[in-house]
């Protein structure tokens, strides 16, 4: 068959090292979808490819062993699964209209996880409605508290859960529980003054050990759900690096914007050269330089008033020239 590899990319399909052969990656927004969709996506396993499906590091599934001439047909199948895990489409029946942008993981948080800050999947879910579809090439990351089980220091978003801790001091009974967790499992933000707590509020990153461990519910977590965003992490070969803190104590809104505002960014400054069109929004950056970064992703975002940025950016890790 004559192939054009370009569009069947787009189109979440691989170009895998069996000839005729292609293998169809599904999108998965939060790593959770209905059991019911595990059904389709065997049935379109068992029919068109090899009887196998691959769990991906991104928390898709990558269908193997399907003949390209399968293709349409695969797209018809998977049009249940686009639909009830709520994916931009531009034409029902055609499978994913890009590729770029890779698929939004995150931790299992607040819906079963004691430690998370708040609903994973759901964040997860309105930025993959925000940003998909996108042929950039954006690694996007959640986990619900600084535990970071979904290391999202590794990405080029990384978008950690906080809570700040409310104290009901009449609730307090001194046992001291508070300071302990702190200080064995967190940053020691709390000390006991005077036989009660105090919360250091610059020390303390929102991790809620407090309310996990108050006996007395003296400690309980804020209404408002707020967040730590890390910015320009990535693998691979040439300068690998952890993404580094930029803003603390942001909300929902403002990451989004801010993400949405990187997309411009990268539109106008990508290396045209670039080879398969895709460069990390990092090794931009390193190019145009922070401050030209900064006033692009900023730009018409109004952060909380106590969303606190950090300055200067340095990035560290290897360098390879």
């Known amino acids: 068959m004559d192939i054009n590899t370009k569009k069947i990319k787009k189109n979440a399909f691989r170009v895998t090292k069996v000839r005729g052969m292609t293998a169809s990656r599904v999108r998965v927004p939060g790593g959770h979808l209905k059991a019911e969709y595990m059904g389709v996506i065997q049935s379109i396993a068992e029919e068109f490819g090899n009887g196998t499906v691959h769990i991906t590091s991104r928390q898709g599934f990558e269908i193997p062993g399907i003949p390209y001439e399968k293709m349409p047909e695969v797209n018809q199948r998977l049009q249940p699964v686009i639909e009830g895990?709520?994916?931009?489409?531009?034409?029902?029946?055609?499978?994913?209209?890009?590729?770029?942008?890779?698929?939004?993981?995150?931790?299992?948080?607040?819906?079963?996880?004691?430690?998370?800050?708040?609903?994973?999947t759901a964040f997860a879910k309105r930025i993959e409605k925000a940003i998909f579809p996108n042929d950039l090439h954006f690694k996007i990351a959640l986990t619900g508290c600084p535990n970071d089980c979904a290391k999202v220091r590794m990405h080029d978003f990384g978008i950690i859960g906080m809570t700040e801790p409310q104290f009901e001091p009449e609730r307090c009974v001194t046992c001291g529980a508070c300071e302990k967790?702190?200080?064995?499992?967190?940053?020691?933000a709390i000390e006991m003054v005077n036989f009660r707590p105090q919360r250091n509020t610059e020390k303390c990153i929102g991790c809620g050990e407090c309310v996990l461990n108050c006996p007395n519910r003296a400690w309980t977590r804020s209404r408002e759900k707020y967040y730590r965003l890390t910015l320009l992490g990535r693998t691979g070969k040439r300068n690998p690096r952890l993404g580094i803190d930029f803003i603390k104590w942001v909300d929902e809104e403002?990451?989004?914007?801010?993400?949405?505002?990187t997309y411009r960014y990268v539109k106008e400054y990508i290396d045209p050269t670039a080879p398969g069109g895709k460069e990390h929004v990092g090794y931009i950056v390193d190019r145009t330089g922070t401050e030209e970064f900064l006033k692009w992703a900023m730009e018409g975002v109004t952060l909380p008033e106590k969303a606190e940025v950090s300055s200067p950016l340095y990035w560290n890790g290897p360098k390879y020239d």
């Open 181 to 188: 967790y702190c200080l064995k499992k967190s940053v020691k």
């Open 254 to 261: 403002s990451i989004i914007k801010i993400i949405l505002n």
């Open 85 to 120: 895990l709520e994916i931009n489409q531009e034409k029902e029946g055609c499978g994913y209209p890009a590729s770029g942008t890779r698929n939004v993981t995150a931790c299992i948080g607040n819906r079963v996880c004691p430690y998370a800050c708040y609903d994973t």
